[in-house]
């Protein structure tokens, strides 16, 4: 049920992450600066929403405990902004559209934080073991992916399909208003059994003392976080590794169409390995964190699958990949996704865990329980990075002199070169400054169980000033 929700989450990566700037740059043709412009700043504005929602939702005293209240006011929001945001008014200009672009996407980081935000920090406090998270923290990987598969499907497979008209379906303006209400629906249906199935575990959960929070105690409970080592280790780090993660977001549509020429159906094909991929992931996640401890664990991980996120367009650049249409470019580019997909996912499972255990380690040294900051500040580092790898694509596009409504057949073969070039050199490099800075990373097995003491003699302590003298 935790895992469940972070089908929204897989399905808007997948669409907003993977087309929207295709759609609003080439079908309704806002320039693609713009279109970057505007989806980089709604992720550096949302990021800074996110401290609100954590810090209220680590503070706050209701029926439904702390996070409840927000994951459920998120369900509507959600379903309507992420509808309006496919289906701009008819005849707008284009600046009309960079507007409207960017107020609906907008309100619907916002209203997608506010299930993240206090969804994900459930998790430290339903699994505080250094394995059992990664396990759990396998689940909601896996049924992330699994979310996405479903989106890329539902777009992709059934309302991207290929036309006469349009022999490349992505093109196809025409589907992408009911793709929208479908995926909405998804998002919406998932969140609300998530909620109801986690609805239980509220009354177990930690209740905070009363206290009123003041800006400046928030600021200084920030920088205490930031004041922890092997956080800005996991900050630095994880923004390394999010920029390249977030430029082939942005940039796969661009290859799959204009580089290898595949139709829709081949892209959905490409997309939905995830299902596979995902809980094959969720088990090599566990089984390589129990051998190797998760940092080292982390670092195999993420190295082999960087061989086969670049491998299809480094053949491609070396004029050895078969060309558009022939019979073993499909079957090489699956498997390719499929054996990235895999180690991808398991090595952000294993990541992920990693930060999580930073709460305790903080927790340990201030006595202050505070999931939802310690992994707001960490997602904030990985909005704005994730929000400058948003308005890069479109700086690489116009680069390289990227045509607006360009057809396959008839571009020019030096700009995908170009482009593709760049984006190699640029995701291996920091990909590799990111596989540096892990390596500092020192919480181990042995440190979590020492922090793990460290709160239980706290609690302890705690509980016997509590008792009075006549008790």
């Known amino acids: 049920m935790f895992g469940l929700g972070s089908v929204e989450d897989g399905s808007q990566l997948i669409v907003v992450g993977g087309i929207l700037l295709l759609y609003y740059s080439q079908i309704l043709g806002v320039p693609v600066r713009l279109v970057s412009l505007a989806l980089g700043v709604s992720l550096f504005v949302d990021a800074f929403f996110d401290l609100l929602v954590a810090q209220i939702s680590d503070n706050l005293r209701s029926r439904l405990g702390r996070r409840h209240p927000f994951m459920y006011a998120s369900i509507l929001p959600v379903g309507i902004s992420f509808i309006a945001l496919w289906t701009p008014p008819a005849g707008l200009t284009s600046n009309q559209l960079f507007v409207w672009l960017f107020v609906t996407v907008t309100i619907f980081r916002f209203s997608h934080s506010l299930y993240m935000v206090p969804s994900g920090a459930l998790l430290p406090e339903i699994a505080q073991g250094y394995h059992d998270r990664t396990q759990m923290f396998g689940f909601r990987y896996t049924l992330g992916a699994v979310g996405g598969a479903i989106a890329a499907i539902l777009a992709y497979g059934v309302f991207l399909r290929k036309t006469p008209e349009f022999p490349q379906g992505q093109l196809n303006p025409a589907g992408y208003p009911p793709m929208a209400v479908a995926v909405a629906i998804l998002m919406m249906t998932t969140n609300l059994i998530s909620n109801v199935g986690t609805h239980s575990r509220i009354s177990q959960l930690y209740r905070p003392p009363r206290r009123r929070v003041r800006l400046a105690e928030v600021a200084g409970e920030v920088i205490t976080i930031f004041a922890n080592r092997n956080f800005r280790i996991a900050v630095l780090g994880g923004i390394l590794a999010a920029v390249p993660t977030a430029l082939a977001a942005g940039l796969s549509i661009y290859f799959n169409t204009f580089i290898f020429g595949l139709p829709s159906r081949s892209v959905a094909m490409l997309v939905a390995t995830q299902a596979i ?190 008792i009075s003298p006549n008790s």
């Open 277 to 466: 991929s995902a809980p094959i992931g969720f088990a090599l996640a566990a089984a390589v964190s129990i051998r190797l401890q998760k940092r080292q664990g982390y670092l195999a991980l993420y190295g082999a699958s960087l061989v086969f996120v670049h491998g299809p367009l480094v053949l491609w650049l070396a004029g050895l990949m078969p060309g558009s249409g022939e019979p073993l470019l499909l079957p090489i580019l699956i498997l390719a996704h499929a054996f990235a997909g895999v180690l991808g996912i398991a090595a952000s499972i294993v990541n992920t865990s990693m930060i999580a255990d930073v709460v305790e380690e903080n927790q340990a040294k201030t006595a202050r329980r505070s999931e939802g900051l310690v992994l707001f500040s960490d997602r904030l580092m990985l909005k704005l990075a994730n929000g400058l790898a948003t308005i890069l694509p479109g700086l690489m596009l116009a680069l390289v002199h990227f045509p607006v409504g360009a057809e396959p057949a008839s571009l020019d073969p030096a700009v995908m070169r170009d482009l593709a070039l760049i984006y190699v050199g640029l995701s291996l490099a920091l990909s590799a400054c990111a596989m540096l800075t892990w390596r500092l990373f020192r919480i181990d097995l042995a440190a979590h169980e020492r922090n793990l003491a460290t709160i239980a003699a706290q609690e302890t302590q705690g509980s016997s000033m509590d």
